[in-house]
């Protein structure tokens, strides 16, 4: 555990103008002013809590100045305290293994607010830090606690970042810099976390390095992703959790999911392969022992509205993919739902060992409402528990 505190001892009342020079883990912490207006460097004063806010201070702000903490600092943030790094302002902290950064509340409990960061400098790196007991509440333009957001044009480096005793999210990234966001690991690591260890929006699923990830006592156990619609090309692999979508996930670009990977859906939402003036290409392409899975938050039928393919790239194929618990939501004019809907628009779909399993109706749903071409080619796929028939082909003759 790296939750730190210096053991005070007795100091004659005449050394006391000495103190802040010993630099020895006898001395009391430094004070650090709220708003500093010039760059500031913070260096280890020895072992223990190195820095403290002065009293009243509510938030560090971090406006438009640079903040450098050196290996080994941990700083004490007062209870219900926020950090805000802001208008090219940054926040520079590099720890090494033997002496990481820490900032911390004042007990191991959830204390203080957390780290929101819409600045966009590149010199905002976090590497070898432990934000501990941080999401009491929300932050200002986030919508759930969180121990660390980036938001808005946001920018950090983040490597061998540790959060613990969250009690909200982990790390939210929410920016809409079009992907300038910055990149998050390896050595993610996330402890005792009431929610998601990591929250974001799906266009900067790229941006994380899955290398030497752990989470353990998390409530949420899972990756928590949302967006109005992907729209930049995309390949999903290697997440070490499922992925769960708390929005429908329209592809407006190509997209790639690769063996081992999870998605799952809330309720009503669906994956969305549109044509929208192109042909997306959507790929699947897991193995047999490492599927791609597409099922609902819930495994009963109905729990998610399944995937649309509205797209006729030739190139949109699932194999080694298994598709379950859905048929909540029609895709096309026709009643029928279903797991997988191919059609409505002209579309094309290759399915090579795929399961489709436990819609709430039909298994797949083949319909040419508008477009007389809709063409499923398909080896392999094998069928169980939908309950309105596995193959319902609508489309007129």
Same mark, same amino acid.
């Given at each position: 555990?790296?939750?730190?505190?210096?053991?005070?001892? !007795?100091?004659?009342?005449?050394?006391?103008?000495?103190?802040?020079?010993?630099?020895?883990?006898? #001395?009391?912490? %430094?004070?650090?002013?709220?708003? !500093?207006?010039?760059?500031?460097?913070?260096?280890?004063?020895? %072992?223990?809590?190195?820095? /403290?806010?002065?009293?009243?201070?509510?938030?560090?702000?971090?406006?438009?100045?640079?903040?450098?903490?050196?290996?080994?600092?941990?700083?004490?943030?007062?209870?219900?305290?926020?950090?805000?790094?802001?208008?090219?302002?940054?926040?520079?902290?590099?720890?090494?293994?033997?002496? !990481?950064?820490?900032?911390?509340?004042?007990?191991?409990?959830?204390?203080?607010?957390?780290?929101?960061?819409?600045?966009?400098?590149?010199?905002?790196?976090?590497?070898?830090? /432990?934000?501990?007991?941080?999401?009491?509440?929300?932050?200002?333009?986030?919508?759930?606690?969180?121990?660390?957001?980036?938001?808005?044009?946001?920018?950090?480096?983040?490597?061998?970042?540790?959060?613990?005793?969250?009690?909200?999210?982990?790390?939210?990234?929410?920016?809409?810099?079009?992907?300038?966001?910055?990149?998050?690991?390896?050595?993610?690591?996330?402890?005792?976390?009431?929610?998601? !260890?990591?929250?974001?929006?799906?266009?900067?699923?790229?941006?994380?390095?899955?290398?030497?990830?752990?989470?353990?006592?998390?409530?949420?156990?899972?990756? $928590?992703?949302?967006?109005?619609?992907?729209?930049?090309?995309?390949?999903? $692999?290697? $997440?070490?959790?499922?992925?769960?979508?708390?929005?429908?996930?329209?592809?407006?670009?190509?997209?790639?999911?690769? $063996?081992?990977?999870?998605?799952?859906?809330?309720?009503?939402?669906? +994956? +969305?392969?549109?044509?929208?003036?192109?042909?997306? &290409? #959507?790929?699947?392409?897991?193995?047999?022992?490492?599927?791609?899975?597409?099922?609902?938050?819930?495994?009963?039928?109905?729990?998610?509205?399944?995937?649309?393919?509205?797209?006729?790239?030739?190139?949109?194929?699932?194999?080694?993919?298994?598709?379950?618990?859905?048929?909540?939501?029609?895709?096309?004019?026709?009643?029928?739902?279903?797991?997988? &809907?191919?059609?409505?628009?002209?579309?094309?779909?290759?399915?090579?060992?795929?399961?489709?399993?436990?819609?709430?109706?039909?298994?797949?749903?083949?319909?040419?409402?508008?477009? %007389?071409?809709?063409?499923? /080619?398909?080896?392999?796929?094998?069928?169980?528990?939908? #309950?309105?028939? %596995?193959?319902?082909?609508?489309?007129?003759?």
């Amino acid at each position: 555990m790296l939750f730190r505190s210096r053991q005070l001892l !007795p100091i004659p009342f005449l050394l006391l103008p000495l103190v802040a020079c010993l630099g020895d883990g006898t #001395a009391t912490a %430094d004070v650090i002013t709220c708003e !500093p207006q010039e760059d500031e460097v913070y260096p280890d004063l020895g %072992d223990g809590v190195d820095y /403290v806010f002065e009293e009243g201070c509510s938030s560090w702000w971090l406006n438009g100045v640079s903040v450098v903490l050196e290996p080994g600092v941990t700083v004490e943030m007062n209870d219900g305290q926020a950090v805000a790094i802001a208008y090219d302002g940054s926040l520079n902290a590099v720890g090494t293994a033997e002496l !990481p950064i820490v900032l911390q509340g004042s007990a191991q409990t959830p204390t203080w607010q957390g780290i929101q960061n819409y600045s966009a400098n590149q010199d905002n790196v976090f590497e070898h830090v /432990v934000i501990s007991s941080a999401g009491t509440q929300t932050m200002i333009y986030q919508d759930q606690p969180s121990a660390l957001v980036v938001w808005g044009e946001g920018y950090l480096k983040a490597s061998n970042l540790s959060i613990e005793h969250s009690g909200g999210e982990g790390l939210s990234i929410l920016a809409d810099n079009s992907g300038f966001v910055g990149s998050y690991g390896p050595g993610l690591r996330f402890t005792d976390i009431a929610k998601h !260890p990591v929250r974001l929006d799906a266009d900067h699923m790229e941006s994380l390095n899955w290398v030497d990830f752990e989470s353990s006592e998390v409530g949420e156990p899972t990756i $928590a992703a949302y967006t109005g619609r992907l729209e930049k090309d995309a390949v999903w $692999a290697g $997440a070490p959790l499922p992925i769960l979508m708390e929005s429908d996930l329209p592809l407006w670009a190509d997209f790639r999911v690769e $063996a081992g990977t999870e998605i799952r859906f809330r309720a009503g939402n669906s +994956l +969305l392969v549109y044509a929208a003036g192109e042909n997306y &290409t #959507a790929e699947f392409i897991g193995t047999a022992d490492a599927p791609v899975v597409l099922r609902g938050r819930l495994e009963q039928p109905g729990a998610w509205g399944g995937v649309f393919v509205g797209s006729s790239s030739p190139a949109n194929r699932m194999e080694h993919v298994r598709i379950e618990n859905g048929g909540g939501v029609e895709h096309t004019y026709e009643p029928t739902k279903a797991n997988l &809907t191919v059609g409505f628009y002209t579309a094309y779909l290759s399915l090579q060992d795929v399961e489709i399993n436990n819609s709430a109706d039909a298994g797949i749903v083949l319909d040419n409402y508008i477009a %007389d071409s809709v063409t499923l /080619v398909s080896d392999n796929v094998t069928y169980s528990g939908n #309950a309105g028939g %596995d193959l319902v082909d609508q489309r007129d003759d």
